[in-house]
């Protein structure tokens, strides 16, 4: 029983709960107050972590309880190092996104902070949970919250549409998973992970259970063809929003493919299913990368440029699968996705935060309209420039050291998936360094840049920690692989044995 | 067995109530009969016998869905006030009515005999026919009532023609009788016609397509607070009097009917959520979604355990739940604006969020979203029926992934427009409010800890 990690599930939910139950102003303190508790306790527990226990062995910060005596499920939480990872992730960027929009004027704010957090709890249980049915519930439970959100606070004249897209395509998506481990669970003993690893499927029933489950995390990721509901709904979801989605929300389904869908499904990894996958991957890196060179939407090009990283985490993590399947252990492919998927999740959002400080400047989404920010805004520039340069991947920024594993991985699975999916470090630079370019440097509207601001204190504050980090994880990677790397052993091993 | 005198007993009072103050006492004296109903059922030393004469039997399930619906009919009269508030008079007999209804619902939990089953179908539908009719000025009730009765009276029909062919060569109307003479001779062509006919007739009263088609029309028009009753207390006595049936008297011969079943699963799931998909009114949307539940209900007949009865008992009970919560919302709107378009919810969470609140959470319970009772009833009926009709859970989940749209776009209707469509100032009453939370806490709870549901139903060995 931990009381650490009690508290972490019980921090958001209670914080949640008081703010849409209290009224008045200052609801955006007392969510970034909860916010701030809820990360301290992510550092206490990160403090005295041994990232070496995994699922098989005792566990860290773990909590058991039995559940309901009609279902072989239980209230099972725990840490082992890829989840610490991935809290680390959520529990510092709630705050940051929290305070992101302190300047902005929100309609019903008690509720739109309560949805953040409550949102929070649901990410929490996903990271933490032990227990299929559990890791399930926690996963819709983040659904509602954001599509509340992208909802209530989007883009007026689209929201009806995009949201019910979303939704119902996520929600599809979610009941095959559900339908899957419904599946799994009546060969497996419980619906405990490790019960869930050795349910001794057969190969067909694996293959079925391997797309049921990948259709769910293919639709959250999202992989190539079910990516069609991200670009509208990063663009017109509120920013805050958007910064869920993409910082943390799509870690859910990267998190979801080395936690259950490996080891539960490794007969069908090493049939056909696994190259496909790997195909549908290699072709999503391409055709996002090709696609944002070509949109003028800032939202659109950022949204695309996730989409394709997102790509190259999932080819990576399936390469790994694939070798160690052929009989060569590595745990390259999961590290690199991991450390890549820790790096994009601060990225990602630092990216959809500059969209926002542009729109507010621009009043426009449009980068042909935009230009010569540079000028007038010269601490922006920088910042911005340092959170582009870590979305393409430059030596001693964040982005680097994740893809470089991950072509590395690909490369060693086969070369000339490793040659295109190489190709769209190119293409990054290429569709990154034009919309910097036109934003910044060429010629404005004089106008609007007569009357445009350099960044205000709390979009400083926000840009320069997301800098900060993007150089301190380029500078000093090794941290993060050593955490994730003995859960990461334990997941492929499990695939073998 | 004293359960089924009591509220008899309340419905022929609150009858005579009718006599002062417009029938407006006639829920209360419900209300207080149905209290005492439920407070006798957990005391098993007032049944007086558990048995009657082979007709009627009082056992651990019997109870398990007496309560269930005594407390679903208990909420639909704590609505009563509001709904009905419209009504000058007779007041008293729509109460009496529906008690009535609910001793036929009781006599349906308990038989044991297919006369009692022919009995309590009866007393079950007769009070319908004359409450689908209640708004005796609207058209569209009387409609409701008429093509109910007719409808109804044709599946009478049929059930009787089952029954007997059934007496015919087994030769008895004993129900486990009938069970040994089926596990004697499974190969009966005439007795297997007479199963075919009971079902048909059964699926209609529960609203199984493709003997759903008058159920839209019904359930839209009539009076809201009756339709709530139809959904609920009607969906659960009909479903467990046709559970008892199958797996009692029929189980011997199940590879002969579980086909038949399992398509009536097939064409409900689709048809329903795809017409529900299309509907312009909330009301007929609702139906059509109270059409495919019927569906994933009827998941209950695959891969049959000795949990089953529980988990019958949860989804019902869930659903039920669930309804009320929805329709509560849609009296208010039904009340105010005169229709039940998805446009007359427009901005509701603004109006009264608690009441647009209850409605969506209600939805997303009866669309299965996780925390909610919907989930873990579904989740618990799904895993049973994956043990043998793996196809089947797989239409039903995508039945679910359709009905998520429609019920969306209730909730988007209700929460996602900044002005309000409501212009009047009036304000929902406590009851009302007090019911809201309840039913909120309740689906939240029970979805959180479905034990719960054990703890206050179940007497579990």
Known sequence: MSYHLLALLLIPLVGSGLLFALKGKSAKHLAFGISLIQMLVTFC???????????????????????????????????????????????????????????????????????ILLMQFGLVGVFTA???????????????PIWLIAGLWGQENKRFHFTTKFFVYTFVGSLFMLGAFVYIYNYAPSFAVTDMYNSGLNLTQQTIVFWFIFFAFAVKLPVFPFHTWQPDTYT????????????????????????????????????????????????????????????????????????????LIVAGIFASALLVMNGKFTIEGGEGALVQAFAHGFNVVGLFYCA????????????????????????????????????VGLPLTNGFIGEFILIKSIFDFNVLAAIISGVTIILAAAYLFRSYGKTMFTEGDDRILASAK???????????????????????????????????????????? | MSVLVIIFLTAVIALFTGVFNQGKMARY??????????????????????????????????????????????????????????????????????????????????????????????????????????????????EASLKYFLMGAFATGFLLFGITLIYGTSGTFDLYKVQAYVNKFPGDLMLVLGVILMIAA???????????????????GSPSLITTFMMSVVKISGFYAFFRLMTIAFIGVYDEWFNIIGVFVIITLFLANAMGLAQTNAKRMLAYSSVSHAGYIALIFFGINNLSTYNLAFYLFAYALSTIGVMMTLIWVEKLKRETSFNAFKGLAKKEPLLATVGAISMLSMAGIPLTAGFMAKFALFSQAMNGAAFLVLVAILGSAISIAYYLRLIIAMFFFKESSFKTSEKVTLTYNILAVFVIVAIVALGVFPDLFAMQFASLR
């Open chain 1, 45 to 115: 527990i990160l403090y005295g972590f041994d990232a070496k226990p995994t699922v098989d062995s005792v566990l860290q910060h773990e909590i058991n309880y039995p559940w309901s005596q009609f279902l072989k499920s239980s209230l099972h939480f725990g840490i082992d190092g890829m989840s610490m990872l991935l809290l680390l992730l959520t529990n510092v960027l709630v705050p940051l996104i929290i305070y992101s929009s302190f300047n902005e004027t929100v309609n019903y704010r008690n509720s739109f902070y309560a949805l």
């Open chain 1, 356 to 391: 926002d400080i542009l729109y507010k400047r621009f009043k426009t989404r449009d980068i042909r309209q935009m230009g010569g920010l540079a000028k007038v805004a010269p601490k922006f520039a920088v910042l911005f420039l340092i959170v582009v340069l870590g979305s």
């Open chain 1, 130 to 144: 032990l227990d299929g049915l559990l890791f399930y519930i926690f996963w819709e439970v983040t659904l509602i």
């Open chain 1, 454 to 497: 350099d960044l205000s204190n709390v979009e400083f504050t926000v840009m320069a920690s997301i800098a900060g980090i993007v150089i301190l994880f380029g500078v000093f990677p090794q941290p993060v692989i050593e955490l994730v790397s003995s859960s990461l052993k334990f997941i492929y091993q499990s695939m073998v044995s």
């Open chain 2, 202 to 220: 059964i699926s209609f009263k529960v609203a199984l397509a493709p003997f759903h088609m008058w159920s839209p029309d019904v359930y839209q």
């Open chain 2, 29 to 142: 004296v419900g209300i207080a009969g149905l209290l005492l109903a439920l407070y006798v059922s957990y005391l098993p030393e007032l049944q007086f016998f558990s048995q009657y004469r082979n007709m009627f039997e009082f056992g651990a399930n019997t109870a398990l869905f007496t309560k269930i619906s005594i407390v679903t009919t208990l909420l639909i009269f704590f609505m009563g006030g509001f709904a009905f508030s419209n009504h000058r008079s007779h007041q008293s007999e729509l109460y009496a009515l529906m008690l009535f209804a609910l001793c036929g619902s009781i006599v349906l939990f308990g038989y044991q005999n297919l006369v009692t089953l022919f009995l309590g179908i009866e007393i079950l539908s007769i009070p319908l026919y004359v409450l689908a009719g209640a708004n005796k000025t609207d058209l569209r009730s009387n």
């Open chain 1, 236 to 311: 017109y979801s509120p920013t805050q929003g958007t910064m869920l989605l993409s910082g943390i929300m799509l870690k859910m389904a990267v998190y979801g493919l080395l936690r259950y869908l490996l080891p539960i499904t490794p007969d069908a990894i090493a049939g056909i299913s696994g190259s496909i996958v790997l195909m549908l991957a290699i072709i999503g890196v391409l055709h996002g990368a090709l696609i944002a060179l070509i949109q003028n939407d800032i939202k659109r090009i950022f949204a695309y440029s996730s989409f394709s990283h997102v790509g």
